[in-house]
Nanobody, 111 residues
Framework: QVQLVESGGGLVQPGGSLSLSCVASGSFFSIAAMSWYRQAPGKQREFVAR???????NYADSVKGRFTISRDNAKKMVYLQMSSLKPEDTAVYYC?????WGQGTQVTVSS
């Protein structure tokens, strides 16, 4: 059974920072690419960032330079450090290996 559980969402002012975490169960983690996606109200779910098993990363253009994805294979954790947040970053953020998805954590950027 694979489970992904996100945490760390909340309300933050524009320009602020927030860090999301995702803990995984199952033996797949160290060999899996892990990603963050997000879905804003009324919009389709979109790719945010990905980190490969070896640590290489890629980002959506909209978050490049502001968000950083990282992982700790020993702890089966993946993180998303978000800075210079904008109102358009408001969304539910999901952790996934594309086969399994977490339940999501809400991030709201508002003054």
């Amino acid at each position: 059974q694979v489970q992904l559980v996100e945490s760390g969402g909340g309300l933050v002012q524009p320009g602020g920072s927030l860090s999301l975490s995702c803990v995984a169960s199952g033996s797949f983690f160290s060999i899996a690419a892990m990603s963050w996606y997000r879905q804003a109200p009324g919009k389709q779910r979109e790719f945010v960032a990905r980190i490969m098993a070896g640590g290489s990363t890629n980002y959506a253009d909209s978050v490049k330079g502001r968000f950083t994805i990282s992982r700790d294979n020993a702890k089966k954790m993946v993180y998303l450090q978000m800075s210079s947040l904008k109102p358009e970053d408001t969304a539910v953020y999901y952790c996934t290996n594309l086969a399994y998805w977490g339940q999501g954590t809400q991030v709201t950027v508002s003054s």
